[in-house]
């Protein structure tokens, strides 16, 4: 079992920067690949970032590409994902998401473990 726990949520004005981290407990966690999610008033889950176990590659959805960044400190189970400028349309609660079997992927149904999430408020 694998329990995530994500922070660094809150309310940030647009232009604005956030950090979000999410640790994890377990062993395996750096043979697992990492997602970020997020889900928007209204909106289903939709797959933001994910980053490779081995933190080498990582891979965006086209509305966050050259703003967001997903690292991973293995040594502390930990997962991140660096918000720049910040839009109002970035408000929704975000998940991190550890998909045992290794490889990245952006389909939701191919993650096996979920935190609780940490919202994110975007004013303008």
């Known amino acids: 079992q694998v329990q995530l726990v994500e922070s660094g949520g809150g309310l940030v004005q647009a232009g604005g920067s956030l950090r979000l981290s999410c640790a994890a407990s377990g062993r395996a966690f750096s043979s697992y690949a990492m997602g970020w999610f997020r889900q928007g008033p209204g909106k289903e889950r939709e797959f933001v970032a994910v980053?490779?176990?081995?933190?080498?590659?990582?891979y965006y959805t086209d509305s966050v590409k050259g703003r967001f960044t997903i690292s991973r400190d293995n040594a502390k189970n930990t997962v991140y994902l660096q918000m720049n400028s910040l839009k109002p349309e970035d408000t929704a609660v975000y998940f991190c998401?550890?998909?045992?079997?290794?490889?990245?992927?952006?389909?939701?149904?191919?993650?096996?473990?979920w935190g609780q999430g940490t919202r994110v408020t975007v004013s303008s």
């Open positions: 980053v490779s176990w081995s933190g080498a590659y990582t």
């Open positions: 998401a550890a998909r045992t079997a290794g490889f990245t992927s952006d389909e939701r149904d191919h993650y096996d473990y």
